[in-house]
């Protein structure tokens, strides 16, 4: 017998049931430890929004935000596979190949006197291998 789990995955083991005759034996479910796959997050945009702005597009400061926070708005999670956690994986789109993303480029003088520095608080991997020019990051 299978069952469709999601987060949590089970097996089917042989648990003795509390009857009084203890020959009769029926069946459970042990859980097992909770699995996660982890999320790739794919950063579609080179310009740099000052807060997270849920379009459907995600820049790399979105994309680091959404790490940080584990969570992130419905347009821009849909393009997440994965889940939201601990070492998670930032990849770029291939229309990125070649160009430059200038953190705080896009700000108005109003942003920039107040922003706040770009950190990362949870572990994740920025992969820009599919690039075959690479890609730069200036700030």
Do not use: C, H
Not at 84 to 102: A, C, K, V
């Amino acid at each position: 017998m299978r069952f469709p789990f999601t987060s949590r995955q089970a097996r089917l083991t042989k648990v003795p049931r509390r009857t009084r005759s203890s020959r009769q034996i029926g069946r459970g479910l042990e859980y097992l430890e909770d699995r996660r796959l982890l999320a790739t997050i794919p950063v579609t945009l080179a310009s740099d929004a000052a807060s997270p702005v849920d379009d459907g597009e995600i820049t790399l400061r979105e994309a680091i935000t959404y790490v940080n926070e584990g969570i992130a708005p419905p347009n821009d999670l849909a393009l997440i596979n994965g889940n939201l956690g601990q070492n998670d994986r930032i990849i770029f789109d291939p229309s990125l190949d070649g160009q430059t993303i200038t953190l705080g480029k896009d700000w108005t003088a109003n942003q920039l006197l107040f922003r706040e520095a770009l950190t990362i608080t949870n572990s994740v991997t920025i992969d820009a291998t599919m690039l075959p020019n690479g890609l730069t990051i200036d700030a």
